[in-house]
T-cell receptor
Framework: GAVVSQHPSWVICKSGTSVKIECRSLDFQATTMFWYRQFPKQSLMLMATSNEGSKATYEQGVEKDKFLINHASLTLSTLTVTSAHPEDSSFYIC???????????FGSGTRLTVV | KNEVEQSPQNLTAQEGEFITINCSYSVGISALHWLQQHPGGGIVSLFMLSSGKKKHGRLIATINIQEKHSSLHITASHPRDSAVYICAVRLSTSGSRLTFGEGTQLTVNP
């Protein structure tokens, strides 16, 4: 079945540093990738949608200069949290789809802790 | 009011029980998904439905488009089924993004 590999699975960083999270589709071409943030006991919150080769579309309230998304190829998308602060600590998860009519495959998630 | 409503929010069952989780939505959709999120956070897609019924092992998912309602059933439940089950829909008007229900926390006790 379709697999999305997400790395790292957890990361601890200092305030002010940047962290990059990668999502790779291993056996299909991900025309669209989604980045979500999830707080404890809450549902997934969509941060942005990215299509290969295009600029990401950010949801209202999500700072595009803080959460940089790159989708340079059909198999790789990255989320960079720039100048991280403790309030950015959260669970981040990506999902990918090959397009309409196809399902969605989720990464395993990244737990970010900013100290 | 959320566009996707799930019930119950929490469900505790004994091993072997038949379990039903319900999902109602209020808008036109092109597909409905049932997802399973384990305690570690990883999410697995269980079903994608646009009509009728699908079965995979002990899991059955049904959808009634006219009534805008879907159910996820688990037969002969097992402690390893303990997870959060999430209903998500792809709205007819929102391209490929998903709209999520709040999730149902299922705990199956041995």
């Amino acid at each position: 079945g379709a697999v999305v590999s997400q790395h790292p699975s957890w990361v601890i960083c200092k305030s002010g540093t940047s962290v990059k999270i990668e999502c790779r589709s291993l056996d299909f071409q991900a025309t669209t990738m989604f980045w979500y943030r999830q707080f404890p006991k809450q549902s997934l919150m969509l941060m942005a949608t990215s299509n290969e080769g295009s600029k990401a579309t950010y949801e209202q309230g999500v700072e595009k200069d803080k959460f940089l998304i790159n989708h340079a190829s059909l198999t790789l998308s990255t989320l960079t949290v720039t100048s991280a602060h403790p309030e950015d600590s959260s669970f981040y998860i990506c999902s990918a789809t090959a397009g309409l009519g196809y399902g969605y495959t989720f990464g395993s998630g990244t737990r970010l802790t900013v100290v | 009011k959320n566009e996707v409503e799930q019930s119950p929010q929490n469900l505790t069952a004994q091993e072997g029980e038949f379990i039903t989780i319900n999902c109602s939505y209020s808008v036109g959709i092109s597909a409905l998904h049932w997802l399973q999120q384990h305690p570690g956070g990883g999410i697995v897609s269980l079903f994608m439905l646009s009509s009728g019924k699908k079965k995979h092992g002990r899991l059955i998912a049904t959808i009634n488009i006219q009534e805008k309602h879907s159910s996820l059933h688990i037969t002969a439940s097992h402690p390893r089924d303990s997870a959060v089950y999430i209903c998500a829909v792809r709205l007819s008007t929102s391209g490929s993004r998903l709209t999520f229900g709040e999730g149902t926390q299922l705990t199956v006790n041995p």
